[in-house]
């Protein structure tokens, strides 16, 4: 599908509606998940697909991301939750919008990757009868929307989308970030479906944590959204411009090189936070096509692994 300049800085409505036909061809896993639960169309990010149920005393056997923490410390005997199957389960799509997700040398804005890629969800979450809601956020504002059934939620999110993709740089890219990531829980129930599209930027230690936990009640994708130029510097003189100011840049090679390494040590953070919650890790760089990152995504391992 052509894609205009201007949608590549800054879809528009009517792009991100447009994703709603190729969304419905998207393939990400077998049809091998129970047979009960709706959603079979994303099996290869979900797991249990349940709904919270009781608790009981732990036994050997239970899986240790279903344990009940409170009442394992209120107890002092370990307690694990029990889940009933649910024919449908909320899909819950944070994005990023902070100042850096605006940026892109090459392919599309960080911010409007992430746009397609949430759309791309959205609407098949929609066709398979899943709840859709999202969280949208910047350094000064964040928009959470409560999962809903049916067209007119998927439509919510994408207006939120477009009304929001305009970068803000009155508050710090940290405590946002952590900020979104400590409210998620709040607005994802347990047996969620939930992605993470971000740069990753600023992620902290109390961050990780947040994912961590969250990982114990829902299944989680992080979608980590990175620029080439972000992942290797080339040597010698460029210039940057946002439209408004022109920034030059001249790099040698020692300065590329601690470039490299900078991004080297986030990739590394996140498929190691990964690898210890179990979480799945999906890379997509500004140059590639949303709709193949999705539909590949199900054919890689559980971790990526560059």
């Not at 290869?44 to 009442?71: C, I, Q, S």
């Not at 498929?271 to 919650?277: E, T």
Request: aromatic fraction near 8%; proline fraction near 5%.
């Amino acid at each position: 599908m052509p894609t205009s300049s201007a949608s590549l800085v800054r879809p528009t409505l009517e792009d991100l509606i447009r994703l709603s036909e190729p969304a419905a061809s998207l393939t990400l896993a077998r049809t091998t998940v129970r047979a009960l639960q709706s959603g079979q169309y994303l099996s290869a990010f979900k797991g249990r697909g349940m709904e919270f149920d009781e608790t009981r005393p732990y036994t050997h056997g239970d899986d240790v991301r279903n344990l009940d923490w409170r009442v394992t410390a209120r107890t002092g005997e370990p307690h694990t939750k029990l889940f009933r199957e649910e024919r449908e389960r909320p899909v819950f799509l944070t994005v990023d919008y902070r100042s850096a997700m605006f940026f892109a040398t090459r392919g599309m804005f960080k911010s409007a990757m992430v746009a397609r890629l949430a759309a791309l969800i959205a609407w098949s979450a929609r066709r398979h009868g899943d709840k859709v809601g999202g969280q949208i956020f910047s350094e000064d504002e964040s928009v959470e929307l409560k999962p809903e059934h049916g067209h007119r939620a998927v439509l919510r999110l994408l207006k939120a989308l477009v009304d929001q993709a305009a970068p803000r740089n009155t508050g710090a890219p940290e405590a946002a970030l952590q900020d979104a990531l400590t409210r998620l829980p709040r607005h994802a129930r347990p047996g969620s479906l939930v992605f993470v599209f971000s740069d990753f930027r600023h992620l902290t230690s109390a961050g990780e944590a947040s994912l961590g936990r969250l990982s114990r009640h829902c299944d989680l994708v992080l979608v980590f959204v990175f620029d080439p130029l972000e992942q290797q510097l080339p040597t010698g003189l460029r210039r940057f411009s946002d439209g408004r100011r022109d920034i030059v840049v001249n790099a040698d090679a020692h300065t590329a090189e601690a470039h490299e390494r900078s991004f080297q040590a986030r990739e590394e953070r996140l498929r190691d936070l990964a690898r210890r919650y179990a979480i799945r890790l999906v890379p997509c760089r500004t140059t590639d096509e949303p709709f193949l990152v999705l539909q590949q995504s199900s054919r890689r391992p559980h971790y990526f692994r560059a």
